[in-house]
Nanobody, 124 residues
Framework: VQLQASGGGWVQTGGSLRLSCEASERYAVGWFRQAPGEDREFVAG???????????DSGKGRFTISRTNANDAKNTVYLQMSSLKPEDTAVYYC???????????????????WGQGTLVTVSS
């Protein structure tokens, strides 16, 4: 499975960005982020079926994950980020865990395939 993350950039505090993750196959997808000197952490995830979503506390109410329908030609997962804060600055990665079901995985070791990351910088 190949994943291509895009949409990162520079934004001021309070701004918005939409990240995209284009996958070669339909899988449950998670977004993770890694700030300099920090561990990679779960941000949000969406099930293969698309019916379930999960968010880290840091993004609840500000981040929204969504995905294209199963019958769409493209398998794309989006992460809409609003009210961004300097502490959201990180490299954001999308990853794929399972090609079935309606569960969301939050643990890094559940994800088998990873994209290359896209940098988000939020200035104060």
């Amino acid at each position: 499975v190949q994943l291509q993350a895009s949409g990162g950039g520079w934004v001021q505090t309070g701004g918005s960005l939409r990240l995209s993750c284009e996958a070669s196959e339909r899988y449950a997808v998670g977004w993770f982020r890694q700030a300099p000197g920090e561990d990679r952490e779960f941000v949000a995830g969406i099930s293969w079926r698309g019916g379930r979503k999960s968010y880290a506390d840091s993004g609840k109410g500000r981040f929204t994950i969504s995905r294209t329908n199963a019958n769409d030609a493209k398998n794309t997962v989006y992460l809409q980020m609003s009210s961004l804060k300097p502490e959201d600055t990180a490299v954001y990665y999308c990853a794929a865990s399972r090609p079935y079901g309606d569960s969301v995985d939050r643990a890094r070791n559940e994800y088998k395939y990873w994209g290359q990351g896209t940098l988000v910088t939020v200035s104060s």
